[in-house]
């Protein structure tokens, strides 16, 4: 019994090994490895959508709404830098070749998209475009104000007057009053642009 305990009191009297852990600094390496493996995946991501951007408003050509719909989505998303050249020589072979206007008859949607971004671009478009859409009394036909998916451009569009063109003048006046009266019907994604471009238009 006695020896028994004696041997217990030396088990428990040897010293106890501390083994130290090794202190090392985090590798700067592997963050940086992160870093530039993150940073080459976002690069690879990018080069992918613009080419398919790129392809987009190639395959377009000769469908001059397509291709002003795609440079219009371009630029709303503020992307447009990535594609200044392509956006421009679209525009020059949609000013060059796009010699008639009656693909536009009636289309109030197509005829403002064009003059928007044509004259933003520095094209020389006439604000007659816009006549066709006025009545024998020369206002603006009522039927128009139906059409909410053209009146937001045409909102737009009208912002682009330059001093003595009144037709631009009188388009202003008729699609904000219009526009603002069918805000409390609309919803989703037509309702919040509709109040971001009365609130604010593109180009004031």
Not at 105 to 128: P, V
Not at 159 to 173: K, M, N, Q, S, V
Request: a negative charge; aromatic letters at 10%; one cysteine or more.
């Amino acid at each position: 019994m006695t020896s028994h305990v004696c041997a217990l009191a030396t088990q428990s009297s040897k010293p106890e090994v501390v083994r130290r852990t090794a202190n090392f600094h985090p590798s700067i390496w592997g963050d940086r490895l992160n870093y530039k493996v993150h940073h080459s995946l976002e690069a690879e991501e990018a080069k992918k959508l613009k080419e398919t951007v790129k392809a987009e408003l190639l395959s377009a050509a000769g469908n001059y709404l397509q291709q002003l719909e795609t440079i219009d989505l371009i630029e709303r998303l503020g992307v447009a830098y990535h594609f200044e050249q392509e956006i421009e020589e679209a525009l020059e072979y949609i000013y060059d070749r796009f010699n008639d206007k009656n693909d536009m008859e009636g289309n109030l949607y197509f005829a403002s998209l064009y003059f928007r971004l044509l004259r933003q671009h520095g094209h020389k478009i006439s604000c007659d475009v816009f006549k066709k859409f006025k009545d024998e009394e020369g206002n603006f036909k009522e039927n128009l104000t139906d059409d909410v998916r053209g009146m937001l451009p045409f909102y737009e569009a009208s912002h682009l007057g330059i001093h003595g063109e009144e037709i631009l003048d009188e388009a202003i006046t008729f699609a904000t009053t219009h526009l603002k009266s069918k805000a409390t019907c609309l919803s989703g994604l037509m309702e919040a642009q509709l109040a971001h471009s009365l609130k604010q238009p593109l180009h004031i």
